[in-house]
């Protein structure tokens, strides 16, 4: 096995985040369901906008923002995901890059704008995001560069790539390619309703070993197995998946293998602002954790604090160093 | 006089605010002056970004976050400012009407693109502008809506109108109308480079009776006299203008007029994250004191919490209900 270029590369909707404080009234006017992530189109996402407050944009995408915490916590690290080339585009690129992800697939020349989500905070800090895919459609096999994914350590997907038409086969082609060169692939599972959609796919990918380390919240473990029952549910985590951590808020993480299973406390906060992209940081924190060898443990840790500093600002990027962060919590860079 | 339709009506430049954490040395390195606003072009807008870091964006432009402020505090306010038919422009269109302000300037068809500032917030707090007019230099005299202007109770103009070459007429146009209909007309001076630029055409209008109310800061208004004498400088404000005020950071504000000299404390704040649109929030509260008739010291009081509100996150935008906490406050609203 080749000596990797990448510690992660990760691929995913690329999606330009729109944010506007809420109120419960709101969601419930415009039919959204609190929490989750809905996929819309063109007019829907007109008319959401045109009723939201004034906003603050802020790059996403949730295997974009789990790369940047990574590139922010010291790791090598690259992205796909697919915008147009637009002002917005133009923003989502610059975003990435800066944070210091490599980041070269070819924006769209034609078709739908770079994507947006319509993201409602509400007054507790839950986001709700009604998501406009655009360019984010138009990611395909073709743009999975194999020898990048090869020198890649560890391979990350979203499950969001379930939903753009052809991004699920740029998804099989990478992990295989990854699987192919000796390396490793993670999942998330994104959104409940996301594994609504695809669950019989997903625990397919789980079972075959296409991925091999499942990232899921106590919901879209729920989902995924249709249970309420926790502890049933993580059983059949452990006997489907090499590797799975479910996040639980501020019930911290369980991280269950074979051979062991390891619960990581959340890291205090002072105050929630917004939710968005306390998951893709948790990931990202657990992603370095790994890459450094720190051990499920200091991973989740790792995990806990990265997902705590995101959210208590708007927006799903890091605004401080999360490896100076890490290092003053006496944890591993 | 005829009932006002408005209680503030705001010409400005229209700007969307890019803002990115820095350090020193990143001043240091690129020639900029700390604290300061510097007009660029598009080379030198380019080459900033490229070296800038990941950004958060929100809308801006001195004026248009004042009157932000003043609608959000619950008076009719409406905006006359340059975007182009472009996203940015979209994105900026929707966030100052969805703040509750009558936009209806006309977006350019053809021309620059819409104007951004690049801004650098260093770990103190201090923003750094680096600001690419585009379509803003594009405000006419035509943009102008007579009508508009006359039903306006006050108009606000910023010192940075002077930058663009026909807004200024645009300015005095205005000007002129709001008299003519027994209006009054404020100005913030914006920026001490900007007083630097213009400062006997700034003195002008003061002597001329064309402003009747001016805002500055401690540095603008050392600028506008040349002096490093704050209370010979004060003085000469008295002498030059009807009602002069004067923000002095965390040392609070003091009003001026040839009556009375009233001093106003700052709000106190927990962090300072980003000064952006700390002066644009105080004269957004104090103008909304004058609409209310709540006297010098309580305008002053009403300024000092809408600055410290904003200066407490990234971006020049309010992120709360100012009227909600005014009311908090125990000021009037």
Chains 1, 2 share one sequence.
Not at 206 to 212: A, E, I, N
Request: charged letters at 20%.
């Amino acid at each position: 096995m080749a000596e990797a270029k990448y510690d992660v590369l990760a691929i995913g909707n690329a999606i330009f985040d729109i944010f506007a404080q809420t109120d419960e009234k709101f969601l419930a006017d415009h039919g959204m369901a609190k929490g989750s992530m809905a996929l819309i189109d063109e007019p829907r996402a007109a008319a959401i906008y045109r009723d939201m407050g004034p906003a603050t944009q802020v790059s996403g995408g949730s295997a974009a923002n789990t790369i940047v915490g990574i590139a922010n916590l010291g790791a090598r690290a690259a992205y796909v995901g697919k915008v147009k080339d637009d002002q917005i585009g133009k923003l989502y690129s610059h975003d990435i890059r800066a944070a210091g992800v490599a980041f070269e697939t070819a924006a769209a020349k034609d078709g739908p704008a770079t994507g947006c989500s319509y993201i409602l905070v509400t007054p507790d800090g839950e986001r709700t995001m009604n998501t406009y895919l655009g360019a984010a459609q138009d990611l395909t096999p073709s743009d999975i560069d194999a020898a990048q994914v090869a020198a890649s350590h560890l391979l990350y997907l979203e499950g969001y790539l379930w939903d753009p038409k052809n991004a699920k086969e740029a998804f099989v082609k990478a992990a295989t390619i990854a699987h192919d060169a000796g390396r490793q692939v993670a999942l998330t599972l994104s959104d409940s309703f996301c594994v609504d959609r695809y669950r019989d796919e997903f625990i397919d990918l789980m079972r075959k070993g296409t991925v091999d380390l499942i990232f899921a919240n106590e919901s879209e473990l729920h989902s995924l197995y249709q249970t309420s029952d926790f502890d049933a549910a993580l059983k059949q985590l452990r006997d489907d998946t090499r590797l799975g951590v479910v996040t639980r808020s501020e019930k911290g993480c369980v991280v269950v293998s074979k051979l062991e299973t390891v619960a990581v406390p959340a890291s205090p906060i002072e105050k929630l602002v917004d939710t968005t992209g306390a998951g893709d940081l948790f990931a990202a924190g657990f992603l370095f954790g790994m890459v450094r060898n720190a051990g499920h443990y200091n991973s989740g840790r790792l995990g806990a604090l990265a997902a705590a500093e995101v959210i208590q600002h708007i927006g799903a990027r890091p605004q401080v160093s999360l490896k100076e962060l890490a290092r003053q919590n006496g944890l591993p860079v």
